[in-house]
Structures are given as C-alpha cells and as structure tokens.
C-alpha cells in the first residue's frame, strides 16, 4: 500500500509558477510510474502529466505542454510538477497517484494509488 500526500499549492497570479511535491510512503517508490492530475471546479478529472518509474519517459496533456515539467527523485521518493506561465484555467486541486504500469498513462483508470489533492488557484 503506498501513502501519497501532496504539498506545494497554493495562490498565484497569472504568468507565475509552482512547484508542487509528492511524497510516497509504504512501498516501494521506484516500482511505480507516477502522474499528476487535476480537477477543476464543476469538471471531471483530467490527466496532467505522468513520469516511468525510471524516469526515463515522461507523458503531458496537450493543455500543460511546454509549461509544465514533471520530474521524480527517487532516492527521495517524491514526484515533482513544475508549472510556469500558470493560467487562471489551470486552476484547480492537483492530485499525485501511482500506477504499476502496464497500461496507458493518460488514462485515470491506470492509477492504484491516489494523494488528499493540493489546490492550485491562479488569479487574472
């Protein structure tokens, strides 16, 4: 059973950035290929980004493309998304989860393992 509690949020204005952190507990990080994704208010869930295990591969929605970064540490079994040139509709909360692989990236449905969320707001 891997714990995922996520940290980082909080409020910025548009054009700024964040850097939100996921830390695991209770398994074995580095088995894990890990994603982020968010939900706005009043919308579904959505993919945001998504890293292998080994950290050799990395997966983005088209919305974060070239904004957002996501990187792990697994000496440190933590998960990072950097976000820049942050965008009032990338307001949201941002979830960490972790999936064993195998299956496509994109899709929530992959994912084991789920973080509490971290809210995200960007004002114009």
Partial sequence: QV???ESG???VQAGGSLRLSCAASGGTFSRY???WIRQAPGK???FVAAITWSG???FYADAVKGRFTISRDNAKNTVYLQMNSLK????AVYYCAAGT???SHYLLGSYDYWG???QVTVSS
Avoid: K, N
């Avoid at 009032?88 to 307001?91: L, S, Y």
């Fill in 3 to 5: 714990q995922l509690v």
């Fill in 9 to 11: 949020g909080g409020s």
């Fill in 33 to 35: 290929d890990m994603g």
């Fill in 44 to 46: 579904e869930r959505e």
């Fill in 56 to 58: 050799g591969y990395t």
């Fill in 88 to 91: 009032p509709e990338d307001t």
């Fill in 101 to 103: 692989g195998g299956r």
């Fill in 116 to 118: 509490q969320g971290t």
